[in-house]
């Protein structure tokens, strides 16, 4: 049988107490690879605020 993720079933994720998505699991839900989430931040990063769109290490 396999599992599917979906939205209604992600286990919550916190940082700093906000509810978050790892690349990971945002490449799971979109059926997708890892490199097309990172190559399409990399193309739209200038569109993202850190600490309110993303979080890096």
Do not use: S
């Not at 107490?17 to 990971?24: A, G």
């Not at 890892?34 to 979080?55: E, P, S, T």
């Amino acid at each position: 049988m396999n599992y599917q993720i979906t939205a209604d079933n992600l286990t919550v994720i916190t940082h700093n107490d906000l509810p978050v998505i790892t690349t990971e699991l945002l490449a799971q839900l979109y059926r997708t690879e890892v490199k097309h989430i990172q190559n399409n931040y990399l193309r739209n990063a200038d569109r993202f605020i850190v600490g309110k769109h993303l979080f890096k290490p």
